[in-house]
């Protein structure tokens, strides 16, 4: 058990809707970062939070938004989406600072019929 | 940008024997290389980590790694290889920027252990 939380475990839903994955972070890591995990595009970066600022953006669409709050927890708000968007979506924690390793989540599953 | 590259898609051992998982680096500046595994339906583990010092690093399950700056390389092995080690592995570098960083994965390697 990394420490790091994700709801919800899976997720079906349709095209344009609009969705919302939650993740708290082990307790006392003040970074949170999300990543999209697909077949053909492996494990991608989307954005980085510490201590409630935005840090570290990847390619993340327009359409992806991103939240810390001040109790830490993060949330990525996906909207209008598409069936490309169908991935699995992890959260992970660290200390924050440069040389620590990250705990992941054990993700959101997320399909878009 | 930094990034790593995992050459081998598959690789596959028999059960007691060593093992190698590739990976190879691009960075400026010093790099801070880590490796993952990844069980199916599971989030990705940590299993070591280069910042400075001692080349051969070692990690959780056994593993260990050896950093060879010369050859950009940060490969990962283990001696004797368990059915249990099959899974995903990841290597990984961690990108520095204004403000924040991030870690950038490769695009992983899938171990197979045969019995």
């Known amino acids: 058990d990394s420490g790091v939380t994700q709801t919800p475990k899976h997720l079906i839903t349709a095209t344009g809707q609009r969705v919302t994955l939650r993740c708290s972070p082990r307790?006392?890591?003040?970074?949170v970062y999300w990543y999209q995990q697909s077949l053909d595009q492996g494990l991608q970066f989307l954005i980085q939070y510490y201590n409630g600022e935005e840090r570290a953006k990847g390619n993340i669409l327009e359409r992806f938004s991103a939240q810390q709050f001040p109790d830490l927890h993060s949330e990525l708000n996906l909207s209008s989406l598409e069936l490309g968007d169908s991935a699995l979506y992890f959260c992970?924690?660290?200390?924050?600072?440069?040389?620590?390793?990250?705990?992941f989540g054990e993700g959101s599953r997320l399909t878009v019929l | 940008a930094q990034s790593v590259a995992q050459p081998e898609d598959q690789v596959n051992v028999a059960e007691g024997n060593p093992l190698t998982v590739k990976c190879t680096y691009s960075v400026s500046g010093n790099p801070y290389l880590f490796w993952y595994v990844q069980y199916p339906n599971r989030g990705l583990q940590f299993l070591l980590k280069y910042i400075t010092g001692d080349n051969l690093v070692k990690g959780s399950y056994g593993f260990e790694a050896e950093f060879n700056k010369s050859q950009t390389s940060f490969h990962l092995k283990k001696p004797s290889a368990l059915v249990s080690d099959s899974a995903l592995y990841f290597c990984a570098v961690r990108d520095i920027g204004t403000g924040g960083f991030k870690t950038i994965f490769g695009a992983g390697t899938r171990l197979f252990v045969k019995a």
């Open positions: 992970a924690s660290s200390h924050g600072g440069i040389t620590g390793e990250l705990f």
């Open positions: 307790s006392g890591d003040l970074s």
